[in-house]
């Protein structure tokens, strides 16, 4: 019997209709469109707006789609996984509300939270149930509402952020396609430089802590990026070199979409030219657990089956980590 791996068998991704332009943000922050855009690369990012409306519903519309396109029905999810760093709530799970509210009846998940990170360290988990012959079909969701963290009286964070959701499903495959290997990394001294202050259980939310403005983003641009141009970079090249692949046949890198010169790095460390890294943070900026599974979302017409990808990714806290996996149709 061939060895089981977790192959990617369907993709969708959803982002609000709402865009916020940098212009708009001129009217909002000391800031210009081409302060921006020298500096992340973004001239837009989408706002998911309307009463009550949180991750959850913009993975039902992602994952719907994904169902849509698979011929399948909800029933026969057996895991969520949902990757978020803005549940709808502290508790329950996002990914119990989101079977319930696509009728995934059978399934049983759980949330993830790795900043950043959170859609490959995802995709790893899920890819275990998968290739213990556990689950047959595992949803990883990457997904987040932004702009519910953020204070756009902050240059240093608003500018940066938007708000979408991606799906992936992971079924077995005995060709040998699907999730090869995964490097996965964390510190925690990161919490220093990039993280949310208030909201835990160490400072619960409290009259100081809102007036305090301790509730959103808090980063340390300068060293966030220090740390994440090279550790991006690093994690990305370390795979290809323990998979034995080269620039040649590394079909693309699938970048966490944060900055785009983190981006450029990493694909300057992988010897890779820019027409093998897919890039759409000009569009809909850094949407946290979402950038990945909206690359392939967006790329799955270009992809073919066999083709190499390198995920990466880096994350607040600071984590980050990188997946090598074959394209599977």
Known sequence: MNKIHAAITAVNGYVPDYIMTNKELETIVETSDEWIISRTGIKERRVLRGEGLGTSDMAVEAVNGLLKKRGIGAEEIELIIFCTTTPDYPFPASANILADKIGAKNAWG???????????????????????GKHKKVLVVGGDKMSSIINYQDRTTCIIFGDGCGAVLLEPNEEGLGVQDSILRSDGSGKNYL???????????????????????????????????????????????????????????????????????????????????????????????????????????????????????????FTWGSVYLKWAY
């Open 195 to 317: 993280g949310q202050k208030a909201g835990g259980s160490a400072r619960p939310a409290s009259a100081e802590t809102v007036a305090n403005n301790e509730h959103v983003v808090h980063q340390d641009g300068k060293a966030v990026f220090k740390f994440a141009v090279t550790n991006m970079a690093d994690v990305a090249a370390e795979i290809m070199e323990r998979n034995q692949l080269t620039s040649d046949t590394v079909t693309w890198l699938v970048p966490h979409q944060a900055n785009k010169r983190i981006i450029d790095a990493t694909a300057s460390r992988m010897g890779l030219d820019s027409g093998k890294v897919m890039i759409n943070i000009e569009r809909y900026g850094n949407t946290t657990n979402g950038t990945i599974p909206l690359c392939l979302w967006e790329w799955e017409s270009k992809l073919k089956k066999g083709d190499n990808l390198i995920l990466a990714a880096f994350g607040g806290g």
């Open 110 to 132: 759980y949330d993830l939270q790795a900043a950043c990170s959170g859609f490959i360290f995802g995709l790893s988990t899920g890819a275990q149930f998968i290739e213990t």
